[in-house]
């Protein structure tokens, strides 16, 4: 969390990446609901198997973050279940369209930032964006305090090595 933390400081930034994050994230459930199979007439889906596999590191990594993301991940996964349903052109549509426009919305906020995106040093972060994201909520809120201080340290360190080092900045 502090890695991914020091790249989105500017509130222009986070705006962006809540949207962003959250339009990229459900547009993938789309592609991977097209994987079905049917197990003894329970429909299990590549969403369903990676949205899942997710949600237990999430749980792993934090339980209140990890219940905030079961709900918020079954929302997505219902809200896509009827475009992954739909002929393959409609589906294909929605996927690109919320794709390539998360992608815009999310890299526009870097420009604020003026920092690269955390995903060019560590491809994992984009697994650590959601749940950092409804932790951004939960601070927001009041709550993880302890949790706030810890990422907001570590995330100004990092920023600051990377701001001096210039490896990280954008302009």
Known sequence: MPFY???HRGPRNSATHFIGVTTIAV???IPLS????DAGGITVT???VVTS?????YLLLDIPLGLAMCALFGLALCAT???AKAPLATGLAWFLVLFIGGWIVQLWGHVYESMTPALV?????VFVAPILLTAEVFFALGYKPQLYQSVQKRALKMRA???????RSVA
């Open 5 to 7: 933390a020091a790249d």
């Open 27 to 29: 547009s993938l459930l």
């Open 34 to 37: 097209w994987l079905r199979i």
């Open 46 to 48: 590549g969403a369903l």
């Open 53 to 57: 596999v997710l949600l237990a590191y």
């Open 81 to 83: 279940d009827p475009i």
């Open 121 to 125: 040093d560590n491809l994992l972060q």
């Open 161 to 167: 090595v990377a701001l001096n080092s210039g490896a």
